[in-house]
Nanobody, 125 residues
Framework: QVQLVESGGGLVQAGGSLRLSCVVSGRTFSSYGMGWFRQGPGKEREFVATISRSGGSTYYADSVKGRFTISRDNAKNTVYLQMNSLKAEDTAVYYC??????????????????WGQGTQVTVSS
């Protein structure tokens, strides 16, 4: 069974940076697009970024565009989320997910079939 394990979350001051990692078990990592979502306190889960199987194509939510970068290393079965210029409103639990459906932009949660347990990111203002 495929498992996704996120790490790298923590407490950071506004304006700081963090890099999240998501390690995926199994041998088929490069066959799937991957995505990052987040859920802030009292909010619904929202899309952050997605990356294609090869890593050659990425797509971001407007709220993080220019500040966050999604990348992947298929040799290490890992997808990353580099987060710069963090703001208090970026505070959330961040989840990585494996993309199953490719009929849309990759911004909808229903396009993903396997999720990690999440890692907490807290940005102090």
């Amino acid at each position: 069974q495929v498992q996704l394990v996120e790490s790298g979350g923590g407490l950071v001051q506004a304006g700081g940076s963090l890099r999240l990692s998501c390690v995926v078990s199994g041998r088929t990592f490069s066959s799937y697009g991957m995505g990052w979502f987040r859920q802030g306190p009292g909010k619904e889960r929202e899309f952050v970024a997605t990356i294609s199987r090869s890593g050659g194509s990425t797509y971001y939510a407007d709220s993080v565009k220019g500040r966050f970068t999604i990348s992947r290393d298929n040799a290490k079965n890992t997808v990353y989320l580099q987060m710069n210029s963090l703001k208090a409103e970026d505070t959330a639990v961040y989840y990585c997910a494996r993309r199953m459906l490719y009929s849309s932009s990759g911004s909808r949660a229903v396009e993903y079939d396997v999720w990690g347990q999440g890692t907490q990111v807290t940005v102090s203002s």
